[in-house]
């Protein structure tokens, strides 16, 4: 399995794109995770040398426009070229309840009759429920609910190589609902909106969020065998993977990854 780290920041970033990323399965199916806040996300995907058209499973973890307007603009670019006639088979996009409730809402409202109409029938809106496992690109996905007081919001765990896990709770810590979940896991991509020494300056907590060390201390009470932290502040971005690295070194003995955009790794 192949990762491309399309964004790595957080909601309100100019210097990186906002958090989204590519699997990628040894067969070549794609699945997009979030699509960040806008059409951003075809550069980003023009610049890693991903065709939006191969991204046929697309899951959107909450309904928050860091994550929710790149979306839109897949649904347009698939809908539209449908309507052309130069768009051959179907796309799906998965998410809890109100996402996918939301999402229809914005195709009505949003693009061509004729290009709406290809919602449900070739574009396939699939709503997931907390607990549930689906294959997606060939893998089982379980999506599960993180009970966020903030807005609904679901993260997935995906086997994706037997016997190998891979646990993202979204843009939220891992709450402890999905602790078993992820004890041991093979990866864990969680957000570190900024360092702990400067949780001061930019007041994670408020919005949900935690820092380096916090993610750092879950991984390892978790024996979590490689952290990869992402959604984070861009005033360190130069010296990000540096910093991050150093603070959290300490608090974690596993393998842990502050990738920049774009970066690929392999899983
Ligand atoms: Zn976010």
New binding site residues.
């Given amino acids: 399995m192949k990762l491309t780290m399309l964004g790595t920041g957080?909601?309100l970033v100019t210097e990186c794109y906002?958090?989204c990323f590519v699997l990628e399965a040894q067969d070549g199916q794609r699945l997009l995770v979030d699509g960040g806040g806008g059409n951003g996300l075809l550069r980003q995907l023009k610049a890693a040398g991903i065709d939006w058209r191969s991204l046929r499973q697309i899951f959107l973890t909450?309904r928050?426009l860091?994550?929710l307007t790149g979306i839109l603009w897949m649904m347009r670019m698939i809908c539209q070229n449908l309507a052309r006639g130069a768009y051959e088979g179907d796309a799906w996009i998965y998410g809890h309840d109100e996402v996918t409730a939301l999402l229809r809402e914005l195709a009505d409202r949003l693009l061509l009759p004729k290009e709406r109409g290809f919602l449900d029938t070739r574009l396939h809106l699939v709503t997931v429920t907390d607990g549930e496992t689906r294959e997606l690109i060939g893998r089982p996905v379980t999506f599960f609910d993180l009970g966020s007081v903030k807005t609904k919001q679901y993260g997935f765990c995906m086997e994706y190589e037997p016997g190998r896990r891979l646990v993202c709770p979204?843009?939220e810590p891992l709450p402890e609902r999905a602790f078993p979940m992820a004890r041991g896991c093979d990866w864990l991509f969680h957000?570190a909106f900024c360092l702990y020494s400067e949780a001061e300056i930019f007041r994670p907590y408020e919005k949900n969020h935690t820092t380096v060390r916090e993610a750092c201390e879950t991984a390892e009470r978790l024996g979590v065998r490689r952290l990869l932290l992402y959604?984070t502040e861009e005033k360190n971005l130069a010296r990000r993977r540096e910093l991050y690295t150093a603070e959290g070194s300490p608090f974690y003995h596993g393998a842990l990854l502050v990738p920049d955009d774009l970066d690929v790794i392999e899983l």
């Fill in positions: 957080n909601a906002n958090t909450h928050h860091d994550h979204g843009d957000e959604h």
